[in-house]
């Protein structure tokens, strides 16, 4: 399939994980792919496997560092047609104090009574809220706003925001990212309503748990959970939210302005 032949696509966050996933299938299928990472070297990691690719170095917590990023992307590769705001990052510091609680928490649930307070929340520091709000919610911001002004000119486009489960239903113990990633999910939807008259489409993926590196590093009890609470019974693979994207951008897709597709397992069936 070459449903992209000839089309630019940039992917934030490129260079590992999912985004790398993305990337790889968007190349598969036509697309010149720019890698965009905060890791020059994870980008052009990335970049090196595919036909096609340039590998870009970006921020997406600056807004002056994305915009110079897609004005490279123009530059190197041409018109930009795809946008994946696809980058995260994790406050570890929180991660680590609060999972470990997590778990306490469920081995009480199992006996009965849960005694252990999280204090996810009371304990959550301004900067550690600032970090996942910049690159998740600002970032994704940023991303679609730039490409917004490149794409109008040529009345036509495609975005596609990463959000998660955890911004439908709330995540316990990770505030900030849980209303972060809701924050992605009302942005894409009054920025969708807004911009198709302009033939941009935009979308957001709210994916569940998936088989990352950063997941495989939630080794024991916390991993274990994650495929219980999943129907399907495994985690989801970077492929198949790659695959999501994919389908968002394409021309099958052409009818879906601001929805919020959620590849999960069956975490959630009603969103």
């Not at 994650?226 to 009818?255: K, Q």
């Amino acid at each position: 399939m070459n449903r992209f032949e000839g089309k630019v696509a940039a992917v934030t966050g490129g260079g590992s994980g999912i985004g790398a996933a993305i990337c790889r299938r968007l190349a598969d299928e036509g697309a010149l792919v720019a890698v965009l990472d905060l890791s020059v070297e994870r980008a052009q990691g990335i970049a090196d496997e595919l036909p096609r690719a340039a590998a870009i170095g970006v921020d997406v917590s600056d807004s002056g560092s994305v915009e110079d990023a897609l004005t490279r992307v123009e530059a190197e590769l041409g018109p930009l047609a795809i946008m994946v705001n696809n980058a995260g990052a994790l406050a570890m510091s929180h991660v680590a104090r609060v999972n470990p609680l997590i778990e306490q928490q469920r081995a009480e649930q199992a006996v009965g009574q849960i005694t252990t307070p999280l204090e996810a929340l009371a304990r959550l520091t301004d900067d550690e809220w600032r970090l996942v709000m910049s690159v998740h919610l600002d970032g994704t911001f940023y991303g679609t706003r730039a490409a917004v002004r490149r794409m109008a000119e040529r009345r036509a486009g495609a975005i596609v925001n990463m959000a998660s489960v955890c911004g439908i239903e709330g995540c316990t113990g990770h505030p900030h990212y849980s209303a972060a990633k809701a924050g992605v999910l009302g942005f894409t939807r009054a920025t969708a309503k807004e911009v198709i008259v302009q033939g941009i489409r935009v979308n957001a993926i709210a994916p569940g748990f998936i088989d990352t590196t950063r997941t495989k590093d939630q080794v024991g009890v916390a991993r274990s959970v994650n495929v219980a609470r999943t129907p399907i019974g495994r985690l989801g693979t970077p492929e198949e939210i790659a695959a999501t994207v994919a389908f968002l951008v394409s021309d099958d897709a052409a009818f879906f302005v601001g929805a919020t597709i959620s590849p999960n397992g069956g975490l959630l069936t009603a969103v």
